[in-house]
Each structure stands twice: as C-alpha cells, then as structure tokens.
C-alpha cells in the first residue's frame, strides 16, 4: 500500500509514483488541472465516481483503490473472497483447466505475493532436491527458485535468471507499492549473487542478444530449457483475481520437449513392479 492519510495526499503519492504532472493526470481523466490540485491539498473532496475515475487513469491496483474510497469515506468498490469462494468457482475451475492443459509443461497459479495457489504435475516433477522447508505453504515462488536451498544450485543460468526475476519484481513494487513484495525484494538480493552476477542487483541483464531470457534447469534428464509466459484475468472487478497470475512454462528446444514428454510417461507408467 502506498500509505495511509488523506485522500488528497494518497491521490499524490500515486500520481507522483506514475511520475504524472497535475496536468498530466487532469489531461488524461479530462477535468481541470485545478479541480486535481484541490483534491489533492484537500480543498475539495472528490465525489466517489472521481475519484475512482482518477484511479483508473492512474492504473491503482483494485486493493489500493478501495483504500482511496476509505480515505475519502466511502465504502470499498471492490470485494477480495479466497479462490475457492464458490462465487470464484468458474475462475477456479478455468485456473485448474489450463493448468491441466498444459501438461506437460510446467504451469502454475500464483498471487500478488508470489505464493503458490495451484501447480500441475509438470511443475512438481521438476523441485528435486529442493529443501523441504521451502514446499511448506504457503510456499513463495520467488523464494523456492533464487535461495540456496531451493531451485538455485540447479539453474544453469543462475545469473541472469536471478536479474530477470528481480527486474520483474522491482518493476512489480513500483506499480504496487505493496511494503511485502517490497521485503520480499530485500531478502531475494540478500541471497548469495551468483558468479559473476553482481551487476544483477539493480535488475538488469548483461545478456541482451536474446529476444527472451529462458530458465536452464539441471535436471536427471540432461539441462532443460524454458520459456516463459504470464497470464492475468483480462477484466477483473474482484481483488482476488485482479492479483491472480498464471506462469505457464514451454520447452525452448527440442531436447527439453522430449525429456518433458519422457518425464510425463513414466510418471502415468508408474514405478516397475517389485
């Protein structure tokens, strides 16, 4: 959250985070320049449909938008029920079928935080070795692939794998201000940096020649490369699946394509009789 207080001073500190002028937001949300100045000083006290008309020029995640409507003495717009709210359940049942069919590639559901809120077999093939301690929920996504005891000795491309999270997640902070997601960044940076891989802890990659940074994972089945994807609710109006992302993860050669394949009959063959 970007802080408690006044409306006015909330509107600014969320303007000022979009690095918009005054006139900037007042251009784009079609009211006077003045008419924003005075909200935001507190001389005048924006309607409810303003000041939700503000936010959304300002792209202010739903969560923090109910915030500005409580600044201001309004009830909150938007709800937050837990994913297995039956009120979710198409949104659910849509999550588990595309994790589903993505096998067999890994996939998985994760929220504003990180944590992981569904996963498919593919993904669960792949956390050999990981530390136990790490799969205890709620089990942080970020954390479980860059800490020592986790997916990190087996990235071949520790590296700029690390910076290419770390820049996701700075770019993350400053769209949402959230103070965990803010910890979460000074924990991952506190991890030992790879070889070579200092000039990652501003979340930039030295490796440039590629149209996308692929994750190279050691595995018993040779270094298997990956490609990912993200994938958001298109128009959400609840807190829950506004903050729900899906990571859907796909074979980069064919090498990797036949190993996953391979992966995914022997798990359906099961182990040979004894």
């Keep these: 959250m970007a802080g408690t207080g006044p409306v006015g001073s909330l509107l600014r500190e969320w303007r000022q985070r979009r690095r918009m ?30 000041l939700l008309h503000l936010a959304q020029r300002l792209e202010v995640p739903l969560r923090e938008r109910n915030a500005l409507l409580l600044a201001a003495g309004y009830a909150p717009a938007f709800r937050e029920r837990p994913l297995s709210d039956p009120a979710l359940d198409a949104a659910r049942q849509a999550v588990e079928r595309v994790l589903a069919a993505h096998e067999p590639y890994p996939a998985l559901a994760v929220d504003r935080h990180w944590s992981l809120l569904a996963s498919n077999q593919a993904a669960g093939r792949l956390l050999a070795g990981v530390s136990p301690a790490l799969l205890q929920p709620p089990v942080n996504v970020l954390r479980l692939s860059l800490h020592p005891d986790g997916v990190a000795p087996r990235i071949a491309n520790l ?23 803010l910890d979460l ?8 940096a790879p070889e070579g891989g200092e000039h990652d802890k501003a979340g930039l990659e030295a490796d440039h020649s590629s149209v996308l940074v692929p994750l190279r994972l050691v595995t018993p089945a040779g270094t298997l490369s990956f ?3 993200t994938t958001v609710f298109g128009t959400p109006i609840e807190i829950t699946l506004s903050e729900l992302a899906l990571e859907t993860f796909f074979p980069a050669d064919a090498v990797t394509l036949a190993a996953l394949r391979g992966l995914a009959e022997a798990a359906r063959s099961g182990p040979p009789p004894g």
Excluded: N
Excluded at 159 to 181: C, F, I, K, N, S
Excluded at 185 to 191: F, G, I, S
């Design 227 to 229: 490609i990912s994807t």
């Design 185 to 192: 960044m000074d924990e991952l940076r506190a991890y030992p």
């Design 21 to 50: 002028s005054q006139l900037e937001l007042a251009l784009g949300a079609e009211v006077s320049a003045r008419h924003v100045s005075f909200i935001e000083t507190g001389r005048s006290v924006p309607s409810r449909g303003m």
């Design 159 to 181: 590296a700029e794998w690390r910076g290419h999270l770390l820049a996701r997640l700075g770019h993350q902070v400053d769209l949402t201000a959230d103070p965990v997601l």
